[in-house]
């Protein structure tokens, strides 16, 4: 008797079993289901928008570094300028001690026929005339402005910005500049970077192209629609302070056209 007892119990075992086995099943299939309705899960967007490449900002990173210590970079220096037509001049380049500059700029004003010099001093921007062996006239300079102060584009030779106001717009991570290293340019020490312009403006802050400098911050070569400005040979010391030329006139500045047959030039009165 305990024996029937004992198999029929054990032949009840399976279906208490099944009765369990199959609410658990469709339960499982019901919570898959739920779960296979939900969207997959979307990574986070990094703040700002798109992630900049690690290596694009280290760039950028790198040479706002370089042009940071190009602004405390005190020299005078030479640089060969070639431009497209394979024509060269030397610019010299003198940052002083106490923030005043200089940049001599050859055969630029009246058709190439006219040196002149701008000069950045606490008193104001100057254009200075230069004497040379065609012009032997004395030196004499005019104001154009407040240090600071843009220069019309007729009166601007281009060649300073590199070394002036260009390293402000490197400086700023919030200029709409894309920035790579470069292959060094032909001639070039230190690293070489590819700066462009991520802006439509019609007025990019700079001129896009290639900038190169060496761990110290001294500028060895830029190449820019411009031309190619080449460091000529090691900087010397900087003076204390840059002095103009000649003495400040109440002429009017010489610009890069020269004048038509019949015409007098516009070069300042060296008469004080």
């Given at each position: 008797m305990p024996t029937g007892v004992h198999l029929r119990a054990a032949r009840r075992r399976p279906t208490?079993?099944?009765?369990?086995?199959?609410p658990l099943l469709l339960a499982g299939a019901s919570l898959?289901?739920?779960a296979s309705e939900e969207p997959p899960t979307e990574p986070p967007e990094p703040a700002g928008?798109?992630?900049?490449p690690a290596r694009a900002d280290g760039a950028r990173?790198?040479?706002?570094?370089?042009?940071?210590?190009?602004?405390?970079?005190?020299?005078?220096?030479?640089?060969?300028l070639t431009t497209d037509d394979g024509s060269t001049r030397t610019i010299t380049?003198?940052?002083?001690?106490?923030?005043?500059?200089?940049?001599?700029?050859?055969?630029?004003?009246?058709?190439?026929?006219?040196?002149?010099?701008?000069v950045s001093t606490a008193e104001g921007l100057f254009q200075c005339t230069l004497p040379s062996a065609t012009r032997p006239e004395p030196a004499g300079c005019v104001r154009l402005g407040d240090?600071?102060?843009?220069?019309?584009?007729?009166?601007?030779?281009r060649v300073q910005h590199p070394f002036t106001d260009w390293l402000d717009v490197l400086t700023d991570r919030q200029a709409p500049l894309a920035v790579s290293v470069s292959r060094p340019l032909p001639g070039a020490t230190g690293t070489c970077y590819s700066v462009e312009s991520t802006s439509a403006s019609l007025n990019p802050p700079l001129d896009v192209g290639i900038y190169c400098y060496e761990?110290?911050?001294?500028?060895?070569?830029?190449r820019t629609a411009l031309g190619t400005l080449r460091l000529a040979g090691p900087p010397t010391a900087a003076p204390a302070t840059v002095?103009?030329?000649?003495?400040?006139?109440?002429?009017?500045?010489?610009?890069?056209?020269?004048p038509a047959p019949g015409e007098s030039s516009t070069e300042p009165d060296p008469t004080p």
């Open positions: 208490v079993l099944l009765a369990l086995t199959v898959a289901g739920c928008g798109s992630p900049t990173d790198d040479l706002a570094a370089l042009a940071a210590a190009a602004q405390d970079r005190h020299l005078t220096a030479q640089y060969t380049v003198t940052n002083a001690n106490d923030g005043s500059w200089r940049v001599d700029v050859p055969g630029w004003a009246l058709g190439g026929t006219v040196d002149v010099s701008l240090p600071d102060d843009t220069i019309p584009r007729r009166l601007d030779p761990a110290d911050g001294t500028p060895t070569a830029v002095q103009l030329t000649g003495p400040v006139t109440e002429g009017e500045p010489v610009d890069i056209t020269a």
